[in-house]
């Protein structure tokens, strides 16, 4: 053959595969309006920057005709490209191909891509659509589950591991995301579930549908697995770059600097808590007035909303935010906000991420149902990361801090590098009511008036201890602030802590209360 | 906040604040005291065979009835010595989870 003949046979083979499972295959992932596994990446990475690999790749199994079937790339699309600039490595499981089914082959290009992104530190996005194991390979697709899964963990908290569920993602398969600091979903598109509908009908005789069984919904909203809800793949795509503009490529690295920008006007810092305690507000306007351009990307925004978790910037540099939501169960800390809020102080530990707390929080939950599932362990994951963590820890107290709350809302106690509390603050071990008729129990039950008395005793614990003086007294609080300064001081508080270093005790790792 | 939106309220250690309250709060089950002589179904199944009858006595540990779920022929056992007051399934049914079986007292 001449080089011409040469090149002109590696094209004829790259067409090939690039039809994927062939375009009858390719019509019906259009009809169930999702982008074809190229396709996705395309949208996805910055222009003409996907270098793929492995496309000559074919599985070798032998059992049950499987010889005779061609299976183009295996069915998953593997490669790097960047977006904004950066560098990521990424797969894409092909449904078009054996319906993106997972044998050998197919799990030895992204354990192969994976490795490479480790090695490489550089991000690492999956995008799942796949029927699951191909069972005429046996335990060899379990070999591959495995192997991916070993790898997660290897990579997790080294690079930034980010799953896309663009179809369904069933069985062991979706222990992979699992594993992973961000997964994605869109509204009719992911479904991802252990077992399904059928088998717990047969099983169980329980009906359910797929889509509530487990739709992008339930995991954005219910389940808690899912982090970012998106009604189209576009908009996925887009909320993907997003992050990725907030988060660093690596652990040895810091997130990448933008041009300082002022919050919008609209934002009025002082405007939003009202006088009256126990009113709620949104706290996501607090984090809007004081982040760069009043830019705020919220994780989880459905799911335990009594936790507002989230990313934004203040000087160009980004922070992660955690605030106790008023609005939403009056900003509690129970069980589901416990684990979404602890899962992410060591996401933002692990990637050099600044940490802003803004408090106001009445204590936990009280509940059987609370208590039954475990609050007790739950609470203790937020103790355990904020304690864990060595980043730039910073808390703005704006009003309650009662108790237990108080403490697990990075206090001083655990090490956070700088508290300030607005004038609001009402930092005690509870709330005046509870705490009066505790005290006073006596008192009032013996008084001739004990509506009056109970009253005057609340306004007598309210002016002594509802207000941030007696923890600054203390220095657990290191300034009382205008909300107006708030920004400032922040600005201020991570430009001190910019190189913070900090050596904890050598071990192995530390038992989280999982 | 905007507009007048109308909150709930929540008591928190005797403090009322007024917020939204979550589904997951307002559908919560209220609390059944576990009753010690009741025999219920862990799981859903069917009831492939019972070894009492009403008014029977019966030990502490002893086997009542198999519950078929799952492929697992599940012995489920009294909790208590005393006598079977209610039997309320029978060979064949298939029962949800959380029913109850069979009342012992």
């Known amino acids: 053959m001449t080089i011409e003949r040469k090149i002109h046979d590696l094209h004829e083979r790259r067409r090939k595969a690039l039809l994927g499972g062939g375009e009858k295959a390719t019509e019906k992932q259009k009809t169930m309006g999702k982008l074809t596994a190229r396709e996705r990446i395309e949208a996805l990475l910055d222009e003409n920057t996907f270098h793929e690999y492995d496309m000559f790749v074919e599985h070798d199994a032998r059992d049950f005709d499987m010889d005779k079937k061609s299976l183009p790339g295996d069915g998953v699309v593997v490669g790097t490209g960047t977006i904004f600039g950066a560098p990521v490595a990424i797969f894409a499981q092909d449904f078009t191909v054996a319906g993106g089914s997972l044998g050998i082959m197919h799990a030895k290009k992204i354990t192969k891509i994976m490795d490479h992104a480790l090695r490489m530190r550089i991000p690492l996005i999956g995008i799942n659509d796949s029927g699951g194991a191909r069972i005429q390979e046996g335990v060899n697709s379990l070999y591959g589950y495995g192997e991916i899964f070993f790898r997660n963990t290897l990579a997790s908290g080294i690079i930034p591991q980010i799953s896309v569920i663009l179809g369904p993602c069933a069985g062991g398969a979706v222990y992979s995301p699992a594993l992973t600091d961000f997964v994605f979903v869109v509204d009719k598109v992911s479904k991802m579930f252990i077992t399904g509908p059928e088998v717990i009908k047969t099983v169980l005789g329980e009906e359910i549908s797929m889509e509530d069984l487990g739709g992008a919904r339930v995991h954005s909203e219910i389940s808690g697995n899912a982090h970012f809800f998106a009604k189209s793949e576009e908009e996925c795509f887009a909320q993907i770059k997003k992050l990725l503009t907030f988060i660093p490529w690596n652990n040895s690295r810091k997130a990448r600097m933008f041009e300082p920008a002022e919050p919008k006007p609209e934002y009025e810092i002082g405007k939003i808590v009202s006088d009256d305690p126990s009113m709620p507000y949104d706290v996501r306007d607090i984090i809007r007035a004081v982040a760069d351009n009043s830019d705020f990307l919220e994780i989880q925004e459905m799911y335990a909303r009594n936790i507002v978790i989230g990313f934004g910037r203040l000087g160009g540099r980004t922070a992660g935010f955690i605030a106790n939501q008023p609005a939403e169960m009056a900003g509690v800390l129970d069980v589901d906000s416990s684990d979404k809020a602890a899962r992410f102080i060591r996401f933002c530990d692990a990637f050099n991420i600044p940490i802003i707390t803004l408090v106001d929080v009445p204590g936990y939950l009280p509940g059987i149902d609370q208590e039954h599932a475990g609050v007790i362990r739950h609470g203790a994951k937020i103790l355990y990361s904020y304690s864990e963590a060595t980043v730039p820890k910073i808390t703005v107290i704006i009003r309650k801090a009662y108790g237990g709350g108080y403490i697990a809302m990075a206090s001083r106690h655990l090490r956070a590098d700088f508290v300030f509390a607005w004038p609001t603050a009402e930092i005690a071990v509870m709330g005046p009511e509870g705490a009066a008729n505790i005290i006073f129990r006596k008192e009032i039950a013996e008084s001739e008036n004990p509506e009056e008395t109970r009253k005057k005793m609340v306004n007598e614990y309210k002016q002594k201890f509802a207000n941030p003086y007696v923890a600054a007294s203390k220095g657990y609080v290191d300034a009382v602030i205008e909300p107006a300064e708030t920004r400032e001081m922040l600005l201020h508080a991570l430009e001190i802590t910019e190189n913070k270093h900090v050596s904890m005790p050598s071990k192995k790792h530390g038992i989280p209360p999982f | ?105």
């Open chain 2, 1 to 105: 906040m905007k507009g007048n939106e109308e909150f709930k309220v929540l008591n928190i250690d005797f403090t009322l604040y007024k917020t939204r309250l979550s589904k997951k709060f307002e559908n919560r089950k209220p609390y059944q005291p576990l009753k010690p002589g009741s025999v219920t179904s862990f799981i859903p199944g069917t009831i492939t065979a019972i070894f009492v009858k009403e008014g029977q006595e019966i030990k502490e540990g002893e086997v009542v009835l198999i519950l078929d779920a799952m492929k697992m022929q599940n012995r489920l056992k009294s909790h208590i010595s005393g006598k079977v007051k209610k039997i309320n399934v029978k060979k064949g049914d298939r029962v949800a989870k959380g029913e109850l079986l069979i009342e012992i007292e």
